[in-house]
């Protein structure tokens, strides 16, 4: 099916997927996450995220959740580095409901006294919790590694002290400063007759004021490659290596997602999969991942593995690493990577929470949403030239970076 494409006078774009199922989703994505943060906001994106369901001008905190939960539907939200979204998802009927409400949190967000104090204690117990999971921990540290000194590497929750710093008025001016109606998107996925989704919207939308100044980002520029051990009382050792990547735009970032597909995806069957666990049993957990950002990008490799096997694990990982730069993939091995993506990539679309946040997320960053077979039919053009290449680039000796938990 199509999609249902429009925008409000106030410059917030709409795209609405019609599906046909009882259960839809709706979802608002702005173009603001930490690295919009100055100095002393650190951890600011994160706490509206937390703190922009405790009440409106309108409604209370247990009037905001019990709003759609009372129907059997779900509010969530997420933040990150360059990204805020709130999201619902509920039965067809309560389409009028959720918009409704949606807007209300949006653009009559109260930020009561008494709740932000109470959010400060909860999202320091969620940032101690977060420091005693090393697997967790060790991916923000490598961004703090890579992009020394830029707002990209800094933590998305934050410090105690930052946090425990945040008033009211903090809130508004970091509002004010980034969240822009030019850089909203409203998404939705769900069975709803076109012309009442469009009323709803305006009806609840278009009020919103409008927010179009300029934001700039400071660029990140001068990547050097760095490695770092730090002892911590863990029981396994964990390490993570990688590189700074290729931007949102880039004409290589297909080519780089199917590559760290080949090479540490969520099959089985992945290359470091197979070397370290399969054959040599020293991991239980390895991949890959590649997060493209506005200007930049970072390609990771981890595994937790016990402390007389860790130089094993990157042995072999960097064994790995010469293969797929030393050889091009042969034509039946780049066929099956592709099929491969292919594959899952059908699979994740029929979750469809996920769906609504692609479809958002795609349309925020290039205006644009690729149907599945447009997207299916760029992976097939991949060419082992353009892996090879991306082979090169990112599993450069020279380029790597390593950060080890002892």
């Known amino acids: 099916m199509g999609y249902q494409i429009f925008t409000l006078n106030n410059g917030i774009r709409v795209i609405h997927q019609p599906i046909d199922s009882p259960v839809s989703y709706f979802g608002i994505i702005i173009n603001t996450g930490s690295r919009d943060e100055e100095a002393q906001e650190q951890g600011m994106a994160h706490f509206i995220e937390h703190t922009i369901f405790k009440g409106t001008t309108n409604r209370k905190s247990f009037q905001i959740i019990n ?41 009559n967000a109260s930020f009561p006294d008494r709740e932000l104090d109470l959010e400060k204690d909860v999202i320091i117990e969620e940032i101690n919790s977060y420091n005693d999971s090393p697997s967790e921990l060790i991916f923000d540290e490598f961004e703090e590694l890579i992009y020394d000194g830029h707002p990209i590497a800094r933590n998305i929750l934050g410090t105690p002290e930052t946090v425990k710093s945040f008033q009211k008025n903090h809130i508004k001016k970091f509002m004010d400063r980034n969240y822009l109606t030019t850089e909203m998107v409203i998404c939705s996925v769900g069975k709803i007759e076109p012309i009442h989704f469009k009323k709803l919207i305006h009806q609840h939308f278009e009020n ?38 290729y931007n949102l735009k880039n004409n290589l970032r297909l080519p780089m997602v199917l590559l760290c597909n080949i090479l540490g995806g969520s099959s089985m069957n992945s290359r470091l999969n197979m070397s370290l666990r399969e054959r040599n049993g020293i991991v239980y957990n390895v991949e890959a991942s590649y997060t493209p950002y506005t200007d930049t990008g970072i390609f990771t490799v981890y595994f937790g593995t016990e402390r007389t096997n860790l130089y094993k694990a990157l042995h072999l990982v960097e064994h790995e690493f010469d293969l797929l730069r030393d050889k091009k993939l042969g034509p039946q091995q780049l066929s099956k990577a592709k099929k491969q993506l292919v594959g899952q990539l059908a699979i994740a679309n029929e979750n469809r929470e996920e769906l609504m946040l692609t479809i958002g997320r795609s349309f925020l960053y290039f205006n644009k949403v690729d149907t599945l077979p447009v997207v299916f039919e760029k992976i097939e053009k991949i060419t082992a030239e353009e892996l090879f290449t991306v082979a090169n680039e990112m599993l450069d000796k020279e380029r790597l970076s390593k950060l080890i938990f002892l």
């Not at 619902?88 to 409400?101: G, V």
């Not at 490659?225 to 911590?232: A, F, L, Y």
């Open 208 to 245: 919103l004021p409008e927010n179009s100044q300029t934001r700039e980002r400071t660029k990140f520029e001068g990547f050097a490659p760095q490695s770092k051990e730090i002892v911590k009382d863990t029981f396994q050792s964990h390490c993570i290596v990688g590189t700074e990547s």
């Open 67 to 107: 709003r759609i939960e009372d129907v059997g539907g779900e509010l969530n939200a997420y933040t990150t580095k360059e990204e805020t979204a709130i999201y619902a998802t509920f039965l067809n009927e309560f389409y009028p409901r959720t918009i409704e409400l949606m807007s209300d949190i949006m653009a």
